[in-house]
């Protein structure tokens, strides 16, 4: 099991201070805005950065005092960085030859990585030759090559295009169940996260806003920028709860929440066809209502009829309250001081 223990890293503006672990075989998804401090994390697990203070442990060896090349971690970077001028294979096994592995267990272990990311027909190519995706698929396998007992991935599929994104990342989910180490992916894409991971922790400003199975996350955000960071349409304010009738705090309406077709009159104000699914935005109580789904047969200015199923409605915390509360307490401490 890998686990961090109070790791922290300050620069200038910034600082991250995280505590979390991943289990042997689990993949934890490493999600945040841009400037979250995800690279920074990755960065102090692979001891390619010293942090101020915290562990870094592996089962019961501590790794933050080992130099990076001894902690036996697998790293993909965000732009891959692979050796130009190596074919394929090659650059599977440059880290191999450098920790002096001999002939015959590298061709057998390239062999191996070659089938794993079905590179087979690639492997004397340079990788200019290769796509996007295939680059990606060397730098996990060479990633993986010596038998890492911790994988970190940053931004595996940034580079690509959405559509093949979406595609590798489903090889990647099945790549990654196949290996039994407890393995890191940042992304800043939450359907990537829920795609590819048995836990997500989301990162916010350095600080670790909340963490869960992805079922957890989506189905019970903490605050409104959890929520919103999620892709959740219908997040209330206090003041917006309170006009709709609800208790005074924030909230979220879920889709499954909403039932078109019968209940209280609302307006239909926009329709956006998505294909599969058609989006309506309904003005209802004062507020403006998202829903999506089979094609209503709705257009603006229509009315529409909503129920919703107060049950199903998810009350959010107030967004910094625990922040508040220790400002709060900080200044009782200070005044009380002579
Ligand atoms: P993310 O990967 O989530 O986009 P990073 O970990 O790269 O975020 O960066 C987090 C914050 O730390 C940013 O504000 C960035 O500017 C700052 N930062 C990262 N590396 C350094 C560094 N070597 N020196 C100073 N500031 C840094
Ligand atoms: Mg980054």
Known sequence: MLR???LQKTYPGFALSVTLEVRPGQTLALLGPSGSGKSTLLRLVAGLEVPDSGQVW?????LTPLPSEARQVGFVFQDYALFPHLSVSENIAFGLREARWDNASIRKRVDELLDLTHLFPHAHKRPEQLSGGERQRVALARALAHRPQVLLLDEPLGALDLKLRQELLLELRAILRQTAVPTIVVTHDQSEAFVIAHQVTLLREG???QQGTPEQLFNRP???WVATFLGHRNVFTTEQSRQMGLPARPHLLPQEALMLGEGEEARVQ???FKGFTVALELAWRGQRLYLEGPEPG???GDTARIRVDWSKVVPLEEEGEKNELRELLGTQTTS???
Not at 58 to 62: A, G, I, K, M, V
Request: proline letters at 9%; hydrophobic letters at 30%.
């Open 207 to 209: 600080t670790i806003v």
């Open 298 to 300: 709705l257009h603006p």
């Open 222 to 224: 903490k605050n409104r």
């Open 4 to 6: 961090l223990t109070g």
């Open 336 to 338: 009380i001081k002579p």
């Open 58 to 62: 592996l089962d019961e060896t501590e």
């Open 270 to 272: 926009e329709r956006i």
